[in-house]
């Protein structure tokens, strides 16, 4: 069974900058499109970018576009999400997603397996 594991998160003030990655092992991630989602405490799991299997399409959330950018390395069986001048309410539990399929929107319902997720706490 494909198994994730995400880092890279920590405490960071605000404006700074964070890349997470999303690993995985046994499995090569060619076959899956990848998604990061987060949950803040009291809150649901909401999507936040998506790429495709190839890495050549991303989708992204209004409320990170243009500080967000996920990426994938496939000779390293990797996937980035690099976030910079991160704000407060990007204080979350932020995990990483895979479903075999070229592309797939940021939905939680459509990914089939998950990492124990990484907290990324953003904070004067």
């Known amino acids: 069974q494909l198994q994730l594991v995400e880092s890279g998160g920590g405490l960071v003030q605000p404006g700074g900058s964070l890349r997470l990655s999303c690993a995985a092992s046994?499995?090569?991630?060619?076959?899956?499109?990848i998604g990061w989602f987060r949950q803040a405490p009291g809150k649901d799991r909401e999507g936040v970018s998506c790429?495709?299997?190839?890495?050549?399409?991303?989708n992204y959330a209004d409320s990170v576009k243009g500080r967000f950018t996920s990426s994938r390395d496939n000779a390293k069986n990797t996937v980035y999400l690099q976030m910079n001048s991160l704000k407060p309410e990007d204080t979350a539990i932020y995990y990483c997603?895979?479903?075999?399929?070229?592309?797939?929107?940021?939905?939680?319902?459509?990914?089939?397996?998950w990492g124990q997720g990484t907290q990324v706490t953003v904070s004067s």
């Open positions: 790429i495709s299997r190839g890495g050549g399409s991303a």
């Open positions: 997603a895979a479903v075999r399929a070229v592309q797939a929107m940021c939905d939680t319902q459509l990914y089939d397996y």
């Open positions: 046994e499995f090569t991630l060619d076959y899956y499109a």
